[in-house]
């Protein structure tokens, strides 16, 4: 079985600042790991994925994420936030292609002028 | 580039009436899944079909069934609705593996949902 935790329901931060949400998972095999963000009253975009390739993963929107396995995380990353990117932001974790996605608890990112 | 289509994109329904939400895949993606994400709450499986068999169950109450259709298209069917059955559904959808790299097998791609009001 495997599960996810994003650690921070909501997350503040300044225009121009540095964005980081941190997502724990836990998977019985080797994972693979997906960062998704909402906005408000839409479907779920793929930010990014991890699938066993180099452990540092960049994506859209100027948005990066690590893979550590020592320490079980994939946390999401942005250099300098923007007010688009507030939104509602999903960690999600896989076993298998063709497998189902199991989500976090998601973190909803306000971003303030 | 084409997308996961859904419909309805809004529903409203009395309790212990019955809905039928579709989703239409990708072209060439013969994997659907189901989620379903309740107020305020991250997104949960439901059900998951490949080459039209289940392929996967989750918390998908009795009262639900689905099906995946020749076509690859899918229909998820609830009846004896409840006030907790509101929710966004969700439809997704991932490549057959011999038509993109073997990243994509793990990527799904997700419809706008539908929103499932129960009264």
């Known amino acids: 079985a495997q599960s996810v935790t994003q650690l921070g329901s909501h997350v503040s931060v300044s225009e121009g600042a540095l964005v980081l949400l941190r997502c724990n998972y836990s998977?019985?095999?080797?994972?693979?790991l997906f960062w998704y963000v909402q906005y408000p009253n839409q479907g779920l975009q793929l930010l990014l994925k991890?699938?066993?390739?180099?452990?540092l993963v960049k994506g859209i929107n100027g948005f990066e994420a690590e893979f550590k396995k020592s320490e079980t995380s994939f946390h999401l990353t942005k250099p300098s936030a923007h007010m688009s990117d507030a939104a509602e932001y999903f960690c999600?974790?896989?076993?298998?292609?063709?497998?189902?996605?199991?989500f976090g608890g998601g973190t909803r990112v306000l971003v303030k002028p | 580039a084409a997308g996961v289509i859904q419909s309805p994109r809004h529903l409203i329904k009395e309790k212990r009436e019955t809905a039928t939400l579709k989703c239409y895949p990708i072209?060439?993606?013969?994997?659907v899944y189901w989620y379903q994400q309740g107020p305020g709450q991250d997104p949960q499986f439901l059900i998951s079909?490949?080459?039209?068999?289940?392929?996967d169950k989750g918390s998908i109450p009795d009262r639900f069934s689905a099906q995946q259709f020749s076509d690859y298209h899918s229909e998820l069917n609830m009846s004896s609705l409840e006030l907790g059955d509101s929710a966004l559904y969700f439809c997704?959808?991932?490549?057959?593996?011999?038509?993109?790299?073997?990243?994509?097998?793990?990527?799904?791609?997700f419809g706008p949902g539908t929103r499932l009001t129960v009264l």
């Open positions: 997704a959808s991932s490549p057959i593996p011999q038509t993109q790299g073997p990243s994509s097998l793990y990527e799904q791609f």
């Open positions: 999600a974790v896989s076993v298998a292609a063709g497998n189902k996605l199991t």
């Open positions: 072209p060439r993606h013969d994997t």
């Open positions: 079909f490949y080459e039209k068999m289940q392929s």
């Open positions: 991890y699938t066993s390739a180099a452990t």
């Open positions: 998977s019985s095999v080797p994972p693979y």
